[in-house]
Structures are given as C-alpha cells and as structure tokens.
T-cell receptor, first 116, second 116 residues
C-alpha cells in the first residue's frame, strides 16, 4: 500500500524551543496533506490542511502562528511547533491522500512530542 | 455538521469469534467511508475504503458494508485473532465542489481486545 513516512517518531524538548516534524509521501504525490493531534484515548483532531504551494487551512481554534505548516513540494509537508510548552505535548499524526487511489487517505506513524 | 459515532466503545472477545463493529454518521451525503486500525502509540493503518456508490468491500477476514441512506457502516471481522487487538476507527469524507474528497471526520473508535 501507499506509504507515508513521519519523522521523528518521538521528540523531547525544553519549553520555549521549536520542534519540526516532517511528513513525506514516499510513493505518490500528495497535493494535500492533513495534520492531526491526538490526546490519550481520544480520537484524532484535525488541526490543519496542508496545500502544496499555498497557505495551509487551519481548523477553528488552532493557532496558525503556533503551529506553522509548510508544504513546499508534492511529497513533503512540515509542522513546526513554535515556542513549545508542556500543554503542546501530544501525539501528532500526518496523512496524505493518494489521488490515484480514489482519494484513499494514508497515515504516517505519528510523532510523540513531550515538552519539559 | 457531520457527527460520526462508533458502538461499542470497547469490546473483548475470545479468539476465533466473529464480530461486528458499528459506525453511524448523521449526514448521508458522503464521498467515501474509510475504516482504520490504530495500535497503541502508532499511526493509522487503512483497512478498507468504500466509495459512496458501493455497498461493501472485502479484504481477507475483513468485510465492511455501507448503507448510506441510513447512515451506517459495519466492519465484520471473521475468526478473530489476538493480533486483531487494536482500536478501530471509521471516518467519512464529503464531496467538495471540485468533485474530490474533503477532509475526514472520525468516529470515536472501538477498542477491541481478542483474548486467547
């Protein structure tokens, strides 16, 4: 099946620093990628839709200056958590839609962020 | 606003049993419905994708049905195995004005445990 790779799989950082998470579609081109956040034992919460070559579309309540999204190529989107605080600690998951597979969505392995 | 509900929230069955997971959605004007499994601390694995015009899809021991008019989908797992233990999520998308799939709305998930 289609593969979406996410890196790093886990990261620990100090409060106030910024952390970048990468999401790559390995065997298909994705004009659209999605970033989700998941709290323990809860379902996924969509944060933003990343569009290649244009600005991301953020969901209501998600701070765009806090969570910077860049989708510079058809196979790479990045999420940067700026000035991270302990409340930003969470599991972040990206996904990409394969247009050649009738819009089926594929997910990365997730990145666990812990802010100390 | 689309709402997706999954019942039951948790399920424990002995190995070998057949089981059914339920998913219901409030807005029947969907583009497609996708079933995923998520292992603890991991991303999502796509299991089955059903387009709005289809009534079911099968993959190995898995069979997913879709009744769009009643807003329901079921995931049938035959001859369950301990390796099937995971959280199962259903998600629906809607058609955009360009004829593609919109972002996904996720259900609340069913946590399945298959015991020896």
């Amino acid at each position: 099946g289609a593969v979406v790779s996410q890196h790093p799989s886990w990261v620990i950082c100090k409060s106030g620093t910024s952390v970048k998470i990468e999401c790559r579609s390995l065997d298909f081109q994705a004009t659209t990628m999605f970033w989700y956040r998941q709290f323990p034992k809860q379902s996924l919460m969509l944060m933003a839709t990343s569009n290649e070559g244009s600005k991301a579309t953020y969901e209501q309540g998600v701070e765009k200056d806090k969570f910077l999204i860049n989708h510079a190529s058809l196979t790479l989107s990045t999420l940067t958590v700026t000035s991270a605080h302990p409340e930003d600690s969470s599991f972040y998951i990206c996904s990409a839609r394969d247009p050649k597979r009738l819009g089926e969505l594929f997910f990365g392995e997730g990145s666990r962020l812990t802010v100390l | 606003k689309q709402e997706v509900t999954q019942i039951p929230a948790a399920l424990s069955v002995p190995e070998g049993e057949n089981l059914v997971l339920n998913c219901s959605f409030t807005d029947s004007a969907i583009y497609n419905l996708q079933w995923f499994r998520q292992d603890p601390g991991k991303g999502l694995t796509s299991l089955l994708l059903i387009q709005s015009s289809q009534r079911e899809q099968t993959s190995g021991r898995l069979n997913a049905s879709l009744d769009k008019s009643s807003g329901r989908s079921t995931l049938y797992i035959a001859a369950s195995q301990p390796g099937d233990s995971a959280t199962y999520l259903c998600a629906v998308s809607h058609p955009t004005n360009t004829g593609t799939a919109s972002k996904l709305t996720f259900g609340t998930g069913t946590r399945l445990q298959v015991t020896l």
